[in-house]
């Protein structure tokens, strides 16, 4: 896999979308920069006794349309430009959606798997500490990403609540139920992933049994692949970080989960065949879901993908010069700032209701997020049918537009 800077990729996108919008250069060059980045150290304390010190970022990117808002991840890849990238693309996923807020990212540079659950919990507490005087429910709102979870989520919420002397849920999403987590919330990335599927395969003329290859099988490739299976979609490929599995006869996705569990890796499931995280990339499936990590889809395997389709789950996972290939080809990419926007209009959801003390059911969720989905789908679509660009340039027209709208009203 090409080594390429995300934050280069996102500046480009942003670029191509600018010339076709003819956006403002006063407006571009603002959006070119973040406008403020937290760059911390955390010492922690191990279970040896002995200490080490890790390196965190949170980017906030634009406050235009409302509080900051993005998820925390944990990954020993996560650097300052990648999460500038995604801190802008949650600009971008926050405005196609059209909910009330700009956009901002976080990570920690670590291997969570290699920690104990205590060093787990005493770094996730640190960053919070390092960062409390600069989020806030009205300020900025971290959730779950790469490698965090709802337990996490409430070791934070905990942290904050300490330093700001009260229970403060809305400051952060992505919690347990118990506290002040939304219904809906685990499994709404997927959920409204596979909403998109569905209106992809209206456009494609896909029949039922459609085959899909998933890559990733954290919190959104799994949901994903349930609710595809759900929906009559064959889901044949799974993959983890360890490596993939293929079934032409479709795979059972509560099964392969439980499996997953006991074992901790997909490999090696009764009656599938391996293949790796490159290869399940080109086979000639109907759907590809890329639903794990950025940069997978590039310049030198653009011209082997066979899928109809590419719904994008994961952040970044298909580069600028791979773009203009798929798109020539005529692959529907549909882009994570479209695709993956529902994880984030659910955390919209949880946060409103953190504030209103009104608790809705799941049922109630889904249903929102239904409408949310296909209100950005209808947008999206008819964005790209006035300019006649691809998905991701014409998702990005409907989001400047709106983020420069926003800009200009608060005045520069
Ligand atoms: N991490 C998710 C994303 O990339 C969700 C962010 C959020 O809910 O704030 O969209």
Request: with cysteine.
């Amino acid at each position: 896999m090409p080594k390429i800077n995300p934050f280069r990729s996102a500046m480009r996108q942003l670029t191509r979308a600018a010339e076709v919008l003819q956006l403002e250069p006063d407006i571009l060059a603002i959006l070119k920069k973040p406008y403020k980045i937290l760059d911390v150290t955390m010492p922690v304390r191990m279970d040896d006794g002995s200490i080490k010190v890790f390196e965190g970022f949170r980017v906030q990117y634009n406050d235009a349309r409302g509080p900051y808002k993005g998820g925390l991840r944990f990954h020993p890849q996560v650097d300052r430009d990648e999460v500038k990238a995604l801190a802008f693309w949650m600009c971008i996923k926050n405005a196609v959606i059209g909910i009330p807020y700009g956009g901002a990212k976080g990570g920690i540079t670590v291997d969570p798997k290699k920690l104990s659950k205590g060093e787990l919990e005493r770094l996730s507490r640190k960053f919070i500490e390092r960062i409390a005087h600069n989020i806030g429910p009205e300020t900025d709102v971290p959730a779950p990403d790469v490698n965090t979870d709802p337990e996490i989520m409430a070791w934070m919420v905990d942290e904050y609540s300490k330093i700001a002397g009260k229970f403060t849920p809305a400051v952060i999403t992505g919690k347990p139920l118990s506290l002040g987590g939304s219904e809906g919330r685990e499994e709404a990335t997927g959920f409204s992933g596979v909403e998109v599927l569905k209106l992809a395969a209206q456009e494609l003329k896909l029949k039922k049994n459609a085959t899909v290859a998933v890559q990733g099988f954290g919190n959104v490739g799994h949901y994903f692949a349930l609710f595809a299976s759900r929906n009559k979609f064959k889901v044949v490929v799974l993959s983890d970080s360890k490596g993939g599995i293929y079934s032409a006869r479709g795979l059972d996705i509560a099964k392969v989960a439980e499996w997953k569990k006991q074992m901790g890796q997909l490999k090696g499931y009764p009656g599938t065949a391996e293949i790796t995280n490159e290869k399940l990339l080109e086979l000639p499936v109907d759907v590809l879901v890329p639903a794990a990590l950025e940069n997978q889809i590039h310049e030198k395997n653009a011209r082997k993908i066979k899928a109809k389709s590419i719904i994008e789950m994961a952040n970044g996972p298909t580069t600028p010069d791979a773009d203009p290939i798929l798109w020539k080809r005529k692959i529907l990419v549909v882009p994570d700032v479209l695709s993956n926007a529902g994880g984030v209009a659910s955390s919209f959801l949880e946060w409103s209701q953190n504030r209103s003390g009104y608790y809705l059911s799941k049922q109630e969720v889904l249903k929102r997020l239904q409408k949310y989905m296909l209100e950005a789908w209808q947008n999206v679509w008819n964005t790209q049918k006035a300019y006649g660009k691809d998905l991701r340039t014409a998702a990005y027209v409907l989001a400047l537009t709106r983020i420069a709208e926003a800009i200009k009203g608060r005045g520069l």
